[in-house]
């Protein structure tokens, strides 16, 4: 069976940017900025988006608005928010806020999750226990990230058992889906294809997602390989904005409208309004103050209406 004998008929696309995107600026920004865009987003078609980070300001300044940002949104009916929280103290931020899921993230590499979350494994593990089961208890949703999987700074070539073992006991302890990340973007599709060989043997397609980078320009190519594998959600975000702080050299995510773009062209549908997701990035370029690099401009998105 050829890959295009096996694309589907539509695929989610969970949207980083306001999140996992602005929390890597130096500048720091308005929260009214960060309301226009993620408004934008939604006006787009966007309905899963990660909005905030109930983390300690102290670490990062970036994200210390996340109430703020929730009641100045309001309500969008059909669209679900989401915030990272790494612990107890997190959870109770976004339950205040009125979040509808959590999220937590660790990494396979014992060094990178060292330098991002000044703990080990085992400890990051532990802390959740103070937001996983009891934001079940409460009715939130508990989404997983597991990062460096193709790959670390740090040490190089990680094993991807590590990464499944971390997956299987985030999936026992509640989470409803794991994030697979290619956090520095080295990620080829034969690696990625002997990645989730491996995790859909074990893991149900449904309960795993792809989380880019596009340090080399492979992300589309490895969702590619994610698609004929089964893989149904793909994180992005708009502009590629993003990175992260202990990755050093790698470059943003995956670009939300070049993935649109794409699988439009490829006729899977996405619910998003090109042209509208286009004017978002133009918001959240305008926002960061420079050029960002997701590729396609306003003569692709009108192009693929032909």
Same mark, same amino acid.
């Given at each position: ?5 096996? !694309? ?20 720091? #920004? %308005? ?14 078609? !966007? ?18 608005? /996340?109430?703020? @940002? ?8 059909? #669209? ?8 107890? &103290?997190?959870?109770? +931020?976004?339950? +205040? ?8 993230? $660790? ?14 494994? %085992? ?19 508990? +989404? /997983?990230? #597991?990062?460096? @999987? ?42 990625? &294809? ?22 080399? /320009? ?31 050299? %790698? ?16 006729? $899977? ?17 305008? $926002? ?11 003569? /692709? ?6």
């Amino acid at each position: 069976m050829s890959l295009f004998d096996s !694309l589907p008929s539509e695929v989610s696309i969970y949207e980083v940017s306001p999140r996992d995107g602005l929390q890597n600026e130096a500048a720091q #920004v %308005a929260t009214h900025a960060k309301v226009r865009l993620i408004e934008a987003l939604i006006m787009s078609g !966007l309905k899963r988006i990660e909005i905030a980070s109930f983390v300690s300001p102290r670490w990062v300044p970036q994200m210390a608005d /996340g109430e703020e @940002v929730c009641r100045m949104l309001g309500k969008h009916p059909g #669209v679900q928010y989401t915030a990272l929280c790494p612990n107890g &103290k997190g959870l109770e +931020r976004a339950i +205040r806020a009125g979040v509808h899921e959590v999220a937590v993230f $660790i990494s396979a590499s014992e060094t990178h999750n060292k330098k991002n979350v000044n703990k080990t494994v %085992a400890e990051t593990l532990a802390a959740f226990d103070e937001v996983i089961e009891p934001a079940v208890q409460r009715g939130l949703r508990v +989404r /997983g990230y #597991v990062s460096t @999987v193709w790959g670390c700074p740090y040490e190089g070539e990680i094993d991807p058992r590590a990464a499944l073992r971390i997956a299987h006991t985030l999936l026992e302890r509640g989470c409803y889906q794991i994030s697979l990340g290619d956090t520095i973007g080295v990620g080829t599709p034969v690696q990625t &294809k002997r990645i989730l060989d491996l995790f859909l043997s074990e893991i149900p397609q449904e309960k795993l997602a792809l989380h880019l980078h596009d340090t080399r /320009g492979t992300a589309l190519a490895n969702v590619l390989v994610g698609l004929e594998m089964g893989i149904r959600t793909f994180d992005a975000s708009v502009g590629g904005l993003g990175g992260c702080p202990y990755a050093p050299g %790698a470059a943003g995510n995956l670009a939300t409208e070049d993935l649109v773009y794409t699988l439009e062209g490829m006729g $899977i549908k996405t619910g998003i309004d090109l042209e509208k997701l286009w004017m978002a990035g133009q918001i959240a370029e305008a $926002i960061v103050g420079r050029e960002l690099p997701g590729k396609v401009h306003r003569a /692709g998105v009108r192009s693929l209406r032909c």
